[in-house]
């Protein structure tokens, strides 16, 4: 009997195992077949919505001048409407689409990435690009790529749109610009100028920092008015501006003060050449009607020393360029 018991309680064990087996296929079966039936809805509403917004786009296009294009994958069949005809003086291509022959060189691993994205079905994609035009000119176009699937999540049609937004792009480096630099020279203004010295003084290297101010300003505004002051500041940047490397930052700080930032000069014995070219072909200024009245400058400089900061190499350059006005101006002081 207690053998026949045991069988029997085995038997039981094994059926309850069994069951919860197949309970758990069961519930994973009916899960799996909902989610199938959750992902093709989600995709025929996509293509629905998708569908209806290229719909929508054509008809907002014909009155803002976009650009559509749309691509068949499985054919590779592509067509364009005539703007895109109008601004890049030729049909669209596969080829053309696949290279982005148009695109800006630094723009193309961007647009190689957008389309790469679609093609996988991915499902909008947007990104600012610039294209050259049919008269040779780079325009910014916001680039809009959407992907059609079928019921398999399969990729098989790319729509796309471009928008010009070559003059938003103007304005906004317009406002930048407007917002680094000095209405009166082009330069850098002083916020800029110190931000672009932090910045690099994180690379490894001698640096220097050199402070130029102009010599009695006031006393030339007073005598030969504020116009030639102004006219003076703005001979001084010029010369400032052609006087140093693209890499160096030059920028003015103040009404009568510019500042220099000079990345890995290395030696006392370059900047000092540096000064000296400078205080020659500042020498060449007058101003005035008959430019009777030379301009001067003097000049205070410092170079980095390990472990400094913007505000340690510009206090030492403030301190020479004030030991400099201090033994008689137009002359120049270097705190290495």
Known sequence: MIFHAT???????????????????????????????WETRRLKVDNRRLHNMSELDRRIAKENNAILFDAELNDGSVSCNAQFREIFGTDL????????????????????HMLQRSIHGESIQNKELRFCTRNGNYIWFSVWMASIVDSNGKAVRIEGKMIDINKYKQRTAE?????????????????ETECVIRRSLSVPGVHAVLIADIDNLKALNDTLGHSQGDYAIKLVAETLRRQFRCS????????????????????????CRLISELQQNIHKIYVGKQFEYPVHCSIGASLSRKGDRFDDLYQRADN??????????DGAVIDS
């Open 7 to 37: 069988i029997i309680n085995d038997i039981n064990g094994i059926w309850y195992v069994n069951s919860f087996f197949l309970i758990v296929i069961a519930g994973l079966l009916i899960a799996g077949t909902l989610f199938l039936l």
């Open 93 to 112: 291509t596969l080829e053309n689409l696949l290279n982005g022959d148009a695109l800006y060189c630094e723009d193309r691993i961007k647009y190689y």
């Open 175 to 191: 406002l930048l610009l407007s917002a680094q630099t000095d209405s009166m020279t082009g330069l850098l203004n002083r916020r």
């Open 248 to 271: 160096d930052t030059v920028g003015r700080i103040g009404g009568d003060e510019f500042m220099v930032f000079l990345p890995c000069i290395g030696r006392e014995d370059i900047l």
């Open 320 to 329: 020479s360029l004030y030991r400099a006005k201090r033994t008689g101006k």
